[in-house]
């Protein structure tokens, strides 16, 4: 006689924020619930890399921000601190061969230049706040706005090529693909569900405004703690059955039964997952649809934030070389000095093709030109490739391109039968971020206590 197989409550796919929360959620609800993690870890996107002195840098998300009220609600539940961004002294502007050093938000470009930017900045704005995060495809301009891509939109807007430029480094900093990759309905549904683009944008009062004492993914690993025993790593689900009342997840030497199941990993992966009966029609062409951004993050770590002492935040945006942006990432007592720059969108496509040495190389060049000579010489350089990572795909998010969202977008958050789907692809508020995880999590979890009520 075979072994009866497990049966329970409900089966969470993914131990990142999302599938973290949701468990949480309905754990303390008193199911019977298993999350399944590809990985041998929690945190998914948000990764802490630990060395043996102490340090530690975040490979992945990060940031915290104003009205990331959740994020901000688990980490004192699970007793992390927060630390502020180090902002203090001037930001850097290194652009068309010239650096220049500013304070505060402006950056010091010809006046044509900043009209033209401010301009596209507050219409960004104005028209991201017209749409209703919850379901942008009904706003009256959806399917004009989804005809055209966020890189035709500035284009169109800017006529000034400065300030186009620097309206590009921003948005990729922020969508982490090319402005031509998306809608500009999409650019405007993100945008919204993160505020508004100054928020998504800035250091103080936005999205970047906050750090985690002990790295991002503590406050995760703390979530995993009280879950203890719940969670099955290295256990990536292959296929998915459903039957009227019962769903089967399989993977390799492994089968369960539940009455639910939340599937919380980026739209791209639930895809590769097989399922029978097939999901809905529109369902499988929108995951073919949400593709990842592709980001790279490049960390030099010195004795000492030895840019500090010069009046430098470590805050810069270039259009040199590989890194479009660059920030201090030292930790809170200041006791290292640690640079991180961003590679981004295309650009990090083209550092994929490139050996450690040669990307080191690049980057060290970089932070010379801003920082002077003491930043060729880091005790240590190191850096992340996330489209590499097999249970990511890529990130920070899943993106939009034409002619999607406002055409399928009311696909995604609908559940299937008695799968549910999390993940912050799936999240009205704060799509893309730590935040928009948390909350898809807790509305796949409420879902679920609704129906087994
Ligand atoms: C470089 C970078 C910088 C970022 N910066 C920020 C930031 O500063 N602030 C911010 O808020 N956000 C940031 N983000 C985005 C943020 O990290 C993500 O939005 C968030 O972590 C997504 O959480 P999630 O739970 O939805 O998905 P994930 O974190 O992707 O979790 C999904 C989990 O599912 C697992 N999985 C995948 N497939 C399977 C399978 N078939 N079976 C079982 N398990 C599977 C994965 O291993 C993963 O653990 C950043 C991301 C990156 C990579």
């Not at 399917?143 to 186009?164: P, V």
């Not at 683009?197 to 703390?222: E, S």
């Not at 992340?384 to 696909?411: D, F, K, N, V």
Request: net charge positive.
């Amino acid at each position: 006689m075979t072994d009866p197989i497990p049966t329970y409550d409900a089966l969470i796919i993914g131990a990142g924020y999302a599938g973290l929360t949701a468990a949480h959620k309905l754990l303390q609800a008193g199911k019977k619930i298993l999350v399944l993690e590809a990985r041998d870890r929690v945190g998914g996107r948000v990764y802490t890399k630990h060395f043996a002195d102490g340090t530690y840098i975040d490979l992945g998300g990060q940031w915290a921000g104003p009205s990331q009220e959740k994020l901000y609600q688990l980490a004192r539940e699970t007793g992390v601190s927060t630390f502020p961004t180090y902002d203090e002294g001037k930001s850097q502007l290194y652009f068309k061969g010239r650096l220049k050093q500013y304070k505060g938000l402006i950056p010091p470009l010809p006046i044509p230049a900043l009209l033209s930017l401010n301009n596209a900045l507050k219409k960004m704005n104005r028209l991201s706040g017209t749409i209703d995060p919850a379901s942008p495809w009904t706003h009256p301009k959806a399917s004009e706005w989804d005809s055209i891509t966020l890189g035709g939109w500035m284009q169109s807007q800017m006529k000034n090529e400065k300030a186009r430029k620097l309206f590009q480094i921003a948005a990729e900093a922020i969508f982490a693909v090319n402005p031509a990759e998306i809608s500009l309905l999409f650019a405007l549904y993100y945008t919204r569900s993160g505020r508004d683009f100054d928020t998504l944008m800035n250091i103080r009062n936005g999205a970047q405004q906050d750090r985690f004492l002990g790295g991002a993914d503590l406050p995760a690993r703390r979530l995993a703690e009280k879950l203890t025993g719940h969670i099955m790593f290295n256990a990536p689900v292959i296929s998915i059955k459903q039957e009227s009342d019962k769903v089967e997840c399989l993977g390799e030497g492994f089968h369960f039964h539940a009455k639910k199941v939340i599937v919380a990993i980026p739209p791209v992966l639930a895809q590769k997952i097989s399922y029978t009966p097939s999901l809905p029609p529109n369902k499988i062409q929108l995951f073919q649809r949400i593709p990842m951004g592709s980001v790279w993050k490049c960390y030099a770590i010195y004795d000492k934030p030895f840019w500090r002492n010069k009046g430098l935040n470590g805050l810069v945006a270039s259009d040199f070389g590989y890194t479009s942006l660059v920030f201090d990432n030292s930790p809170s007592d200041g006791s290292k000095g640690i640079l991180m720059g961003f590679v981004l969108a295309d650009k990090a496509r083209d550092f994929t093709l490139m050996n450690e040495h040669q990307r080191r190389t690049s980057i060290l060049e970089s932070f010379t030109k801003y920082f002077g000579p003491e930043a060729a010489e880091p005790a240590m350089y190191t850096d992340q490739s996330w489209a590499e990572e097999t249970w990511s795909g890529g990130c920070y998010t899943g993106i939009m391109g034409p002619h999607t969202l406002s055409t399928m977008g009311r696909y995604l958050r609908i559940h299937t039968g008695n799968i549910h789907w999390a993940g912050t692809e799936t999240s009205e508020e704060w799509n893309g971020y730590i935040e928009g995880a948390i909350r898809s999590g807790e509305r796949a979890a409420t879902e679920i206590l609704d129906a087994l009520h």
